[in-house]
């Protein structure tokens, strides 16, 4: 029996080394790239480190604040005469039937709700809240308990609806 190492047994050791390298280059491999004005640097896939500051992004400061320009008011701070339209789940009716909105829900128009779900547009009138539901296919509400109504009224997180009708398309 020869002693030593064959030629063999070397490629596959080469092999074996060259695959732990390429497996710790891309665990340690460091990617840098822009967010926004903020130059990052990846230095694995869970941490990020600002350039210029050093800190690391992942570490938790507290809650983001949302960039003003992605901010839109909620239904509650509607102006008098303002409308806006939005998915039909932003109303909810309590088992007595009565409509409500969820008064800290943004307006939007969601373009791939409408045929299936329909829409709802709102409009806010000096004494209160009207709603015109377009019905797509499947809008239907169900009337329902609403935990803590009076408290829920009163802070605006729901909005009584004035008066409700459907509108055909």
Not at 36 to 50: E, M, Y
């Amino acid at each position: 029996m020869k002693k030593g190492i064959n030629s063999n047994m070397k490629i596959v050791l080469t092999f074996i080394l060259f695959v732990t390298l390429l497996i710790l280059f891309l665990v340690f491999e460091t990617k840098a790239e822009t967010k926004g004005n903020v130059n990052v640097t990846q230095v694995n896939s869970n941490v990020n480190i600002n350039t210029e500051t050093g800190k690391n992004f992942n570490s938790y400061s507290g809650p983001a604040i949302l960039p003003s320009e992605l901010s839109k008011n909620p239904i509650k701070t509607m102006a008098i005469g303002e409308q806006g339209f939005n998915i039909p789940s932003a109303m909810i009716v309590n088992e007595d039937g009565k409509c409500y909105l969820l008064g800290n829900i943004s307006n939007e128009s969601n373009k791939k709700y409408q045929i299936k779900y329909g829409w709802i547009q709102i409009v806010k009138q000096k004494d209160g809240y009207y709603v015109n539901v377009v019905k797509g296919e499947d809008t239907f509400w169900t009337r329902q308990p609403i935990p803590y109504l009076r408290d829920r009224v009163e802070s605006r997180d729901l909005i009584p609806v004035k008066r409700i009708q459907i509108v055909v398309r």
